[in-house]
């Protein structure tokens, strides 16, 4: 693998009518945003061979809305991935590493935020990079890691959809 792409799912509506929180679907906004990312990643020749999403709704629906924007894409969706932690992202993407030239996931915070912070400290990446992400990882977010032979990791991008036209951050 040399590039690993971190999103987390684009907006959604605050409850689901069966009230799982797996089951909350994305809002207009959230569609939107997700698309406007994904266009601005494709547009950057930033597009993923393969994509692991998590099981919940509004991952699978961000999904959906983003795949136009990246063609042939081998998609496996993945329930580990709901709620998960760093560590258990962290896993299944080095899983896929033989597999994926670049890798997509697409998953929820605070793993998300919490991984791409743990690459940026581990790849020596300079403080004004961390800052970046000291606001968070907003929905529909992505950011985009190079990572060398040695299986270090270097932000090259980090979009959130305000940056690309989008809605607010949140």
Not at 38 to 61: I, K
Not at 76 to 90: E, F
Not at 107 to 133: C, D, K, M, T, Y
Request: with cysteine.
């Amino acid at each position: 693998m040399h590039r690993l792409i971190l999103m987390r799912h684009a907006k959604a509506e605050r409850a689901a009518i069966s009230g799982r929180d797996e089951d909350r679907p994305l809002s207009p906004r959230g569609r939107n945003d997700a698309g406007l990312v994904a266009r601005a990643l494709a547009g950057r020749g930033v597009r993923p061979d393969v994509a692991l999403v998590s099981a919940a709704v509004r991952t699978r629906e961000t999904w959906d809305v983003v795949q136009d924007a990246f063609g042939d894409v081998d998609v496996r969706v993945n329930p580990r991935l709901y709620d998960a932690p760093s560590d258990v992202l962290r896993a299944e993407a080095e899983g896929m590493e033989d597999q994926a030239g670049c890798l997509m996931l697409v998953a929820h915070n605070p793993g998300v935020h919490q991984l791409a912070v743990e690459l940026l400290i581990e790849g020596a990446a300079s403080p004004s990079a961390i800052e970046r992400f000291s606001a968070g990882f907003p929905t529909g977010a992505a950011a985009v890691f190079a990572i060398d032979a040695a299986g270090r990791a270097s932000l090259e991008l980090f979009l959130k959809p305000g940056d690309v036209g989008g809605g607010a951050e949140g």
